[in-house]
């Protein structure tokens, strides 16, 4: 259990309390008092009490470690991996996650605009859009990869030792380096993202610029970025990475 979940279990327990002695106080109800329904309304009541605390603090603990344990479901398109991400609410993790989040919305907005960019543009030239297609289905690839790879990071994160390491005053010392190392591996991850981001945007602008529609795709310097990316991701993949 950690320092919050404990927090969070007294507190649940003081407001239970609390409502336990006022509602006794009103109905002049108690435990020690020697006629019948006086002490079983106080039993009543002090039931639903303990009742409401077991339940809260099972939901709370047992079903949030067992849920964290599943791996996540694949993900194969943005809004599958954004309903993920809005389930995964890590406490170390709260700046980066809101990061992913925003990322997922504008990946999600580009594709619509691409997509509805290179129809205008080619019209009824599938050869052209199909072209397109694979290149940015690419690319969502690896950025929905990315985002897989985020959620099982901070889904393995040991938060309650990450917090021992600093309730010891050890966060200078080698206790913080496996810590640190998932820190930086989801920044490294988001960073790319930022990329996929970044070439994209230049395509949609380089897409809004053609006026010539026996243009080839392939030739535009974002896809040509793209395509290399994404080979250059299936060859990090092919090397174990």
């Known amino acids: 259990m950690s320092t919050k979940d ?18 006794t106080g009103i109905f002049n109800l108690s435990l020690e008092s ?3 329904f006086q002490k079983m ?7 639903a009490c303990l009742a409401v605390f077991c339940m809260t603090e099972y939901k709370r603990l047992f ?17 599958e991996a954004k309903r993920t991400v809005d389930r995964t609410v890590p406490k170390a993790f709260k700046k980066e996650m ?13 594709r619509e605009m691409l997509d509805r960019e290179l129809k205008n543009v080619f019209g009824d030239s599938r ?29 393995i994160f040991d938060e ?14 080698d206790a913080i380096e496996p810590y640190n190392a998932h820190f930086k591996y989801v920044k490294e991850r988001l960073e790319e993202n930022e990329q996929i981001l970044t070439k994209t945007d230049r395509l949609l602008l380089e897409v809004t610029n053609l006026t010539d529609r026996s243009s080839s795709v392939d030739n535009l310097p974002a896809m040509v970025e793209l395509n290399e990316l994404i ?10 990475h």
């Open 231 to 240: 080979d250059q991701t299936k060859l990090y993949r092919q090397n174990g």
């Open 6 to 23: 404990l927090w969070d279990a007294l507190g649940l327990g003081f407001e239970l309390w609390l409502f336990y002695v006022i509602s």
């Open 34 to 36: 020697d006629h019948f």
């Open 41 to 47: 309304g106080a039993l009543i009541i002090l039931s």
């Open 127 to 155: 050869i052209s859009y199909e072209k397109f297609a694979r290149t940015i289905d690419g690319v969502e690839s690896v950025f929905i990869d990315n985002v897989s790879k985020i959620v099982t990071r901070i889904n």
């Open 63 to 79: 079903k949030k470690k067992t849920s964290a344990a599943l791996p996540p479901k694949p993900m194969k398109t943005i809004s």
């Open 160 to 173: 309650d030792g990450y917090e021992k390491v600093f309730r010891d005053h050890q966060e200078y010392t």
């Open 98 to 110: 809101r990061t992913l989040q925003a990322q997922m919305d504008r990946m999600k907005r580009k």
